[in-house]
């Protein structure tokens, strides 16, 4: 219930993603036991145990992909739907989290409109699953001393392992099994320990219930995760687990009928809340209203329910579904779903259904943005021609689209850096290289994103001694929370199909373009639409002119470079005009 709270934008449960973290120490402490119960009673078979797990774990999967697939196919935009097959078929080769370790980082499209990324966790629980049973099978001889010495040992390899992950890489450790493997090894190492009731069982119980439920409260999305943090949770679990007995106040309180019914249907409820709440998201212009969350909300524990009655019961019963029907069964929906997801991924989620008039698909994705980075290097040919510098991340990139696309760059070298020489995130580039360029360079081009008129200021500052180089700022764009309703409209419709710009968007552009004079400020909000408030979606052939809401499709990069040239402002004109400084 804390995942989904925190999923559906409780602000009160922002801490809501460390019952993921509980439930690791407790599929740890369950398979762990079931495992040396099988061993002790000379009944282990890896057969039997995966078995058990396909069981549990692929019928309401499959249903809630199933039911998933229509929606994605008639809401999503291309990209977002090459995304989500992708995600099918990682998700059912339980290598989600991989997958989005693998493409984390910028341009990760926004969680909230992905309807499988919760799957991630699968992806490690199987990945234990996999290792495991083999693991103390094979430490199985020697001894009860020595597997929980190697289980210790793995765990507190992945906790060091995790504090340096979040430090270093946090987007990807956050999905990686060898920073998670320290919550399961906690839920493994319990599984071992025997004790009897204890007077102080009380208060220790209740006090690993409150280390559980506090810090989802007190806790937020900026805390770092999996890191040390996240002990305070996995050992309130270990807690609960070990000291829990009938009659403490813990036990009373987790054994009552909404709590039990809950655990019965927590499977269900979790891998249906968030196509729910992803496909609401996807299917609006703007997010929705709290009102329509909790009765998303209260669907998902409906759904749950019924899910749990009849698809989990009736397929974890090998009298209903002997192994000769569910292993076609369930092989036929899961190769069938790979196929769609596959195609999806080959096929680039059919951009020619939404824009029938494009000529390639690499002109609405991210590879337009990407092949600026070709003209990164470390020094200006010495031909004679204007030098320009282009500076930015991959708004900069965009700018460089518009320049090029614009042709205002003929008959001159570029160098494209992603840096910001000031403030902003900067790569790490020879102090060295970077006085030579800056040196060189006969013009500047810096994109602006999240850098404010303080910035600009720090900017102009750190450029002031060199040389006599032209500064010349864009501004940023930004097409709304959410772009995928455009792809329901209607091709005669689009050339009057507006995006919101967000209210902090524009109030960041008008305090540039307040401070900037023209001749030093490129507005691309004021030359994508018709007031500073509105952006333009499509051009007039109906092409899109964003994949993803900040950047620009190739047709969005040609659409401001004709409206730029033909405006002719005075900072564009200073690009186009260029001479080389006289050194």
Not at 169 to 190: H, I, K
């Amino acid at each position: 219930m804390s995942v989904i709270l925190a999923h559906a934008g409780v602000q009160a449960v922002g801490g809501g993603f460390l019952g993921v973290d509980v439930f690791f120490v407790i599929s740890g402490y369950l398979i762990t036991t079931i495992l040396k119960k099988d061993l002790e009673e000379g009944r282990y078979t890896l057969a039997a145990f995966y078995e058990r797990r396909a069981r549990r774990i692929l019928p309401a999967l499959l249903l809630v992909i199933g039911c998933s697939l229509p929606f994605a196919f008639w809401l999503m935009l291309p990209d977002f739907l090459q995304n989500f097959g992708q995600s099918v078929v990682a998700t059912l080769l339980f290598a989600n989290n991989l997958l989005l370790a693998r493409t984390s980082g910028y341009w990760e499209l926004e969680s909230n409109f992905k309807p499988l990324l919760h799957t991630w966790s699968l992806g490690v629980e199987e990945q234990f699953y996999l290792a495991f049973p083999i693991f103390l099978a094979l430490l199985w001889r020697f001894g009860a001393r020595v597997q929980i010495t190697a289980i210790l040992l793995v765990g507190l390899a992945s906790f060091a392992i995790s504090e340096h992950g979040w430090r270093t890489y946090p987007d990807v450790s956050f999905y990686l099994p060898t920073s998670r493997a320290w919550e399961l090894m906690a839920g493994c190492a319990a599984a071992y320990v025997t004790r009897k009731p204890r007077a102080f069982d009380n208060f220790v119980s209740l006090l690993a219930l409150l280390a559980i439920v506090l810090p989802m409260f007190l806790f937020d999305e900026h805390i770092p995760s999996p890191s040390y943090y996240s002990a305070l949770p996995v050992l309130g679990a270990v807690g609960v687990l070990l000291f829990s007995w009938p009659g403490t106040i813990a036990y009373r309180l987790l054994s009552l009928r909404p709590m039990v019914v809950i655990g019965l249907i927590s499977y269900s409820a979790y891998l249906w809340h968030q196509p729910l709440f992803a496909f609401a998201r996807v299917a609006s212009l703007t997010p929705p209203e709290p009102l329509e969350m909790a009765g998303l909300t209260l669907a998902t524990l409906a759904l749950a329910w019924l899910s749990w009655r009849f698809v989990e019961q009736p397929f974890r019963d090998r009298k209903f579904m002997p192994l000769r029907l569910f292993i076609p069964i369930t092989a036929a929906l899961t190769a069938l779903f790979v196929a769609i997801g596959l195609v999806l991924h080959v096929k680039e989620g059919f951009p020619r259904w939404t824009y029938p008039n494009i000529a390639s698909a690499g002109e609405v994705y991210i590879s337009y943005n990407e092949r600026v980075r070709r003209y990164t290097t470390d020094q200006f040919p010495g031909n004679g021609k204007p030098n320009v510098l282009l500076l930015g991340d991959s708004y900069g990139r965009d700018v460089g689209n518009i320049l090029l696309e614009g042709k205002a760059l003929e008959g001159k070298n570029l160098i494209y850096l992603q840096h910001y020489p000031a403030c902003g995130s900067e790569d790490a580039f020879d102090p060295a290289v970077l006085k030579s360029l800056y040196a060189e360079a006969d013009l500047i081009v810096v994109a602006l994103h999240t850098q404010g008129p303080g910035c600009v200021e720090k900017m102009d500052a750190q450029f002031a001694g060199i040389m006599n180089a032209r500064i010349i700022y864009f501004g940023s764009k930004d097409f709304g929370y959410n772009i995928n309703p455009f792809g329901r409209i209607p091709m005669e419709d689009r050339a009057e199909a507006f995006a919101s710009l967000p209210e902090q968007e524009q109030e960041y552009n008008d305090a540039l373009a307040a401070k900037l004079p023209a001749e030093r400020y490129v507005d691309l909000v004021r030359l994508l639409g018709p007031d500073g408030k509105r952006l333009h979606f499509f051009d007039g052939q109906g092409n899109p002119l964003t994949p993803d809401r900040k950047h620009l499709t190739r047709y969005g990069a040609l659409f401001v470079a004709e409206k730029i040239r033909a405006e002719n402002p005075p900072a564009w004109q200073a690009i186009v005009e260029a001479e080389r400084k006289a050194r």
